[in-house]
């Protein structure tokens, strides 16, 4: 059996022409922190075995984190944690009903950028 379409839809793959709305880049990007807050994990865990293996260790892993790559690092990392929290704190009052409206979602999208540009600020201020 055949089923005749009216009118062809259109099909547009070109992923640089799409133009996302406001909450789907929020939730694609709150979906990237957490697999860098998880590979980040052994990299702080490390750090840390490395500086509680002996007092040379501590000096050790002090060195490393006194380089301005591995403070810039370090920034990303708490900055893409606090992103991951406070949106997932958004998706958990969206679980809960509210802010399921259009303006509403768009509208805590941008707040959940502003709570996480303000924290993205400490977090630099407490790694330099």
Same mark, same amino acid.
């Given at each position: 059996?055949?089923?005749? $379409?009216?009118?062809?839809?259109?099909?547009?793959?070109?992923?640089?022409?799409?133009?996302?709305?406001?909450?789907?880049?929020?939730?694609?990007?709150?979906?990237?922190?957490?697999?860098?807050?998880?590979?980040?994990?052994?990299?702080?865990?490390?750090?840390?075995? %490395?500086?509680?293996?002996?007092?040379?260790?501590? @000096?050790?892993?002090?060195?490393?984190?006194?380089?301005?790559?591995?403070?810039?690092?370090?920034?990303?990392?708490?900055? @893409?944690?606090?992103?991951?929290?406070?949106?997932?704190?958004?998706?958990? %009052?969206?679980?809960?009903?509210?802010?399921?409206? %259009?303006?509403?979602?768009?509208?805590?999208?941008?707040?959940?950028?502003?709570?996480? @540009? $303000?924290?993205? $600020?400490? @977090?630099?201020?407490?790694?330099?």
């Amino acid at each position: 059996m055949t089923v005749k $379409v009216k009118k062809p839809r259109p099909v547009n793959l070109d992923l640089q022409t799409i133009r996302f709305p406001l909450t789907a880049i929020a939730s694609i990007v709150h979906r990237v922190s957490g697999v860098i807050t998880f590979v980040s994990i052994s990299i702080l865990l490390w750090l840390l075995n %490395m500086s509680l293996s002996s007092p040379e260790g501590f @000096a050790s892993a002090a060195d490393i984190v006194d380089s301005f790559f591995v403070k810039f690092v370090l920034w990303g990392i708490l900055t @893409a944690l606090f992103y991951h929290i406070v949106v997932g704190v958004r998706h958990l %009052m969206m679980d809960m009903g509210y802010f399921e409206e %259009m303006e509403t979602g768009i509208a805590s999208a941008k707040i959940s950028f502003a709570i996480t @540009a $303000v924290l993205s $600020v400490f @977090a630099g201020g407490l790694v330099w």
